[in-house]
């Protein structure tokens, strides 16, 4: 009896996996620190303007993006959730004072990552080597 109910049950499993119409799972979120981020938080601050504030891991080892000031690039190494972040280049356009203390606070964190991984909801963050929460960024959508 308990052969035939599992049969069953097997059965009906396979049945509804192949029901025409049925929507397809949704594709896993990539837990992957390679990508393109929206940085939301540098240090303990929220971003003022998100809309250039960018942070690009490129699975080369270099590092770029946006301050929301100047644009950034650098090198970077990962292992595991381990990453050194080495010298970071600017460009040096002009801003005002808000945009440039939002620079510095991500360049800094920058500076102090030691950490980085990314959380089940899908949220990029970076650590400092006492493990305090320096940058948090979320995933850029994709480009058409």
Known sequence: MRLILCTLALSGLAACAAAPGAEPP??????????????????TEPILDKRRARLVLGADGRLSGHTSCNAMNGPY??????????????????????LLEQEDRILTALELAATARVRPDGLLELRDADGRGVLRATRAPAQP
């Open 77 to 98: 190494s990962l292992s595991g959730d381990t990453i050194k972040i080495g010298a970071i280049a600017t460009t040096r356009m002009a801003c005002g004072p808000l």
């Open 26 to 43: 949704a594709p896993p979120v990539s837990r992957e620190v390679h990508g393109t981020w929206v940085i939301e938080q540098a240090r």
